[in-house]
């Protein structure tokens, strides 16, 4: 589903996810962690972060520059945590970062917008391996993006183009299988995504020095072998 998400996007019928994490939780060390929605990687080693804004007040409040710099965010710490010591330059990988939302971020009627790095002087577009793209549900300019998005926000029936997401939507919403497996889905996230914010939370208090393991873990919620084990991380 992620793949074939991936291949509309980027118009790139022939690629391939070799793995795909939801929920991908990137700790980093006197710095913002983050969880990111979706981490993808290709054949070629590229990184793929999708990222989900649900419209609701917060997300309407949103300035352009907020949803940026939250992409920003999420991009210095894919190349913090996923590049090694002394890879060479030209070896760094392509990172997509895939921003979708119900509201238009830029409020210019585009269903998608490519944010490219350009020489002020010249116009020319330079590349550092980082691709912006920006896709909301707000704006239909009646491209195959705004028919996807139109699809995500009401997913109903299966959808000739989007066979894959569509039947996955299907087995979700119309098996008594894929009903229960949601729910265990949601469980699971919500579960995991408590226990992310317990380890960052942790890993702040560890740091600080001042307490002891046994109150760390009486403070998040988390085991003391837990707690533990994330001290040895952070050594």
């Known amino acids: 589903m992620c793949e074939e998400l991936l291949q509309i996007l980027l118009n790139q019928p022939d690629l391939k996810v070799v793995e795909n994490q939801t929920q991908r939780y990137l700790r980093n060390l006197g710095a913002r962690s983050v969880i990111l929605d979706v981490l993808c ?15 609701d007040k917060h997300s309407a409040e949103l300035r352009p520059d907020e949803y940026q710099k ?3 965010c999420n991009l210095a710490n894919i190349d913090t945590v996923f590049t090694e010591k002394g890879v060479e330059f030209r070896n760094l990988p392509d990172i997509y970062a895939i921003f979708l939302s119900e509201h238009d971020p830029f409020e210019q009627s585009c269903t998608t917008y490519h ?6 002087e010249t116009g020319t577009h330079v590349q550092n391996g980082i691709h912006e793209i920006y896709v909301n549900a707000e704006a239909n300019d009646g491209s195959l993006h705004a028919e996807l998005m139109n699809y995500m926000v009401d997913s109903n029936g ?12 299907q087995y979700f919403k119309e098996s008594q299988k894929g009903v229960n497996e949601m729910g265990n889905v ?4 919500a579960e995991k995504r ?11 208090l560890l740091e600080d020095a001042t307490f002891a393991v046994s109150k760390i873990a009486e403070l ?5 072998q837990e707690v533990e084990n994330l001290k040895q991380t952070i050594a």
């Not at 944010?115 to 002020?120: E, K």
């Open 41 to 55: 990687q290709d054949k070629t080693g590229a990184y793929f972060n999708i990222e989900v804004q649900k419209h």
């Open 70 to 72: 939250r992409v920003r």
């Open 115 to 120: 944010i490219h790095r350009a020489i002020t």
């Open 158 to 169: 299966y959808h000739p183009v989007f066979k894959k997401l569509s039947q996955k939507v």
């Open 186 to 189: 949601f469980d699971e996230y």
């Open 194 to 204: 408590a226990n992310d914010e317990r380890k960052i939370f942790a890993a702040k």
């Open 220 to 224: 998040t919620g988390l085991s003391e």
